[in-house]
């Protein structure tokens, strides 16, 4: 078989798995999350917690919650990277410098998962399975209720009310993550993956040399850091460890995982208005955009410009050979659609259009399918401003899912909006400026830009993915990216509350025959043409004097 | 104020109590529990799939290994020499110059080496893998390299060949990824083989 026509067959292959659990999966977290009942061990951690699951919360106290949170666990990961020598398991490795262990912190708290360590040689056991890992389960937990937050304020009227932080949280945990990450890190296990308690072991070699081979509890964290979107490796070589991804099957197995939440949550999402075709014209703008990244990719490694991949014969530089060209092309595409950031090959090696399109996946704000959550949350706040403007043309006040887009609606929107791009190219532009910027680079001319572009645009966007040539251990860039992280998850989700309370409290309008109706193919067209005209339109500049630069050069 | 004040403090109160009670849930309960079955269930791939010679463990059938000596397939060229301490890769873009440099200077070396023609010589065997630590090479560079393992080991170059062949692995499921040769695997089989000979 041909390499062509079997990567078109692993494509439709990972479509039809996907599209296989997109309902039964979809309603099982709107029933998730809109159940009256509680498990026998969900109300001992609401003891432990001290919290009344039933209490409802506006959108302050919802946010506040959330910020609480996430604020204790910043500081709880932070102090257990600067103390990990006294912590068991530690393997004998110092504890993190200060800057490094403030990045990431903040890191795996914002659901970005940067990394400017190199796991098997900074991080413990411990500091990874307690720390960092439990982050992957709890920043995706967090995602996912601040996107069904949004939805409730869709679905109630005349209230305010939008659940209960902590309910959402430990329903979203028990579960949704924990079940599925569980079958599926034995699933991996049995494909290869590594699974234990030991450091480095020391073999000697047929041709007479010694190696360390290092253990861990590698697929407990590898699914969860795809189906969290979080994307920190155990390795530093990340999913493109062979024991962290096997074989072609695990490669395929957490491409999966990594979209199968972001695309479920818009049937979750369609569940819960009462509309499932709502829900299915979110899918189709997402599904769009996401396979237009998968095909530009994938043309251009097959295609292999650039000198050195020209005179390689293959665009192979940074790619393992179980996976090749179309499966490396697929997870990049993927994993820069969503927030993950995991990687199976390096996207600095990538050619000029392809790691440009792994750039502009990140830029387009982490929506096609998007972080777990998160996804859906900014996607549903492009809809808002895509029947805005769609008001405007006809010069009608513009309603969605019957509610009234106005004022007060449509300023959080753009408040969302302006966030990320902010802080990108404030943050690039810094980088630039100073020496910093220049020293931190591997590569040279608009590569080079490309990276520290590619480095902000990953922070801000909770994407974690590098250009990885780029030297980020400096406090210069772990603290500016580290702000990037937080600010780039918490403001957004601000405005997120803000507009759902805001929503929530509205007296819905009743569909007439000058409504817009959003869940028709017309309005998915629309949504894509937003979202890409918002981000042309903020990002070009940058994209021309970096990849587009470099791709044209020749 | 000092109302605001408690009510906050309160509330990181609870964001503490459910960290610490979720890290117990998501960071002990559920690592132990995969490991308690995955150890007894996949015990060797849980362990590192171990490749063992005569009793003796020579490595992990998923780490590649660095090779050096006519007598042995060869694997990719590696940032870091198959040091798994240190996983990675060059990061170069496909047009920098040094990468270039170095794709031209390994496909003339390798030529050279296997007393082949430079066209002959495949993309992964002139570029370096993600992970540094690429167990696999393209059956197009394991062929390439039979001649010259045979010479050196005094076998039949039709030996060499069908250990070739027999080790060559197709995309999983017909479909995923790439074929490949597991260069540990194909050259733990080769000192089998040369040792049968003798």
Not at chain 1, 335 to 351: I, P
Request: aromatic share 8%; glycine share 12%.
């Amino acid at each position: 078989m041909n390499q062509t026509l079997a990567d078109v067959l692993q494509l439709v292959a990972l479509v039809g798995a996907l599209a296989l659990v997109h309902r039964p999966f979809g309603d099982y977290m709107a029933a998730v999350y809109s159940s009256g009942r509680h498990l026998r061990v969900e109300r001992l951690l609401y003891r432990c917690i001290g919290a009344d699951p039933g209490a409802q919360m506006r959108w302050p106290a919802y946010l506040r919650s959330v910020l609480a949170f996430s604020v204790v666990g910043v500081l709880f990961l932070y102090a257990m990277q600067r103390f990990q020598d006294k912590l068991p398991l530690s393997l004998g490795f110092a504890p993190i410098d200060p800057d490094q262990a403030f990045n990431t912190a903040a890191s795996f708290v914002a659901n970005t998962n940067w990394q400017s360590y190199a796991g098997e040689s900074a991080m413990g056991h411990l500091t990874q399975m307690a720390g960092l890992a439990v982050q992957n389960f709890v920043s995706a937990a967090v995602g996912m209720a601040v996107a069904i937050a949004l939805v409730r304020g869709f679905v109630r009227a005349r209230t305010g009310e939008l659940g209960n932080f902590w309910a959402d949280l430990v329903r979203g945990v028990v579960r949704i993550l924990l079940p599925v990450a569980f079958l599926s890190a034995l699933a991996l296990v049995a494909m290869g993956a590594v699974q234990n308690f030991s450091g480095m072991h020391e073999v000697h070699t047929l041709s007479g040399a010694t190696q360390h081979i290092p253990g861990g509890p590698v697929a407990s964290q590898e699914v969860i850091k795809e189906l969290g979107t979080n994307g920190g490796g155990f390795f530093n070589a990340n999913s493109a460890h062979p024991f962290e991804n096997p074989n072609g099957l695990s490669n395929l197995l957490e491409i999966f995982l990594i979209l199968v939440i972001p695309f479920s949550l818009t049937r979750t999402f369609g569940t819960m208005v009462g509309s499932v075709r709502q829900g299915y014209a979110i899918l189709a703008a997402m599904g769009i955009i996401w396979l237009g990244s998968v095909l530009v990719i994938t043309a251009s490694e097959y295609a292999h410009p650039g000198t050195a991949a020209q005179l390689a014969g293959g665009a192979m530089e940074g790619k393992e050979q179980r996976f090749g060209e179309g499966s490396s092309s697929l997870f990049a595409a993927s994993t820069t659609m969503t927030s993950t950031g995991a990687v199976n090959s390096f996207h600095d090696s990538f050619t000029a259009f392809g790691g440009g399109m792994t750039l502009l996946g990140m830029m387009l704000g982490e929506i096609a399918p998007g972080g777990v959550g998160s996804g859906l949350y900014g996607m549903l706040i492009m809809a808002v401003v895509a029947v805005f403007i769609a008001g405007l043309m006809v010069g009608r006040t513009p309603e969605y899912l019957g509610k009234k887009i106005g004022t007060r609606e449509i300023k959080f929107a753009a408040s969302y909006i302006l966030i990320t791009p902010a802080l990108v190219l404030g943050g690039t532009a810094l980088a630039m400026a100073l020496p910093d910027g220049k020293e931190a680079m591997t590569n040279i001319g608009a590569h080079g830009f490309t990276e520290v572009l590619y480095a902000y645009t990953s922070g801000a966007n909770n994407n974690g993915s590098a250009f990885a040539g780029f030297g980020a251990d400096t406090p210069f860039f772990n603290t500016t990216i580290g702000l990037c992280m937080l600010l780039g998850r918490f403001l957004p989700m601000v405005f997120v509350l803000a507009l759902a309370g805001s929503l929530a409290s509205q007296t819905p309008v009743p569909t007439t025959a000058g409504t817009l109706r959003t869940e028709k193919p017309l309005f998915s067209g629309m949504l894509v043409g937003s979202v890409t005209i918002i981000t042309g339109l903020t990002f070009f500049p940058a994209l021309a004097l970096g990849p587009l630069a470099e791709g044209l050069s020749r | 104020m000092n109302a605001s004040l408690r009510g906050t403090g309160r509330l990181v109160w609870a964001g503490l109590r459910a960290l610490l009670v979720l890290t117990v849930v998501c960071g002990v309960l559920y690592p132990l529990a995969v490991t308690g079955v995955a150890q007894a269930a996949f015990h060797d791939k849980a362990n590192g799939s171990p490749v063992e010679v005569a009793g003796k463990e020579v490595g992990s059938a998923l780490i590649g290994q660095k090779w050096t000596g006519r007598q042995w397939f060869h694997g990719r060229p590696s940032q870091s020499g198959y040091d798994p301490r240190a996983t990675g890769s060059s990061q170069f873009g496909a047009d920098d110059p040094r990468l270039a440099k170095s794709v031209r200077e390994a496909r003339e070396r390798i030529a050279a080496y296997n007393g082949v023609p430079a066209s002959a010589v495949p993309p992964d065997a002139v570029t370096g893998s993600a992970s540094a630590i690429d167990p696999h090479i393209s059956p197009a560079y394991a062929r390439l390299q039979t001649a010259r393992v045979a010479r050196a080991n005094r076998l039949s170059e039709g030996t060499v060949r069908k250990l070739v062949e027999d080790h060559i692995e197709g995309r999983t499921a017909g479909i995923l990824g790439e074929p490949h040769v597991n260069v540990l695997q194909l050259n733990a089989a080769l000192r089998a083989e040369t040792a049968k000979s003798r």
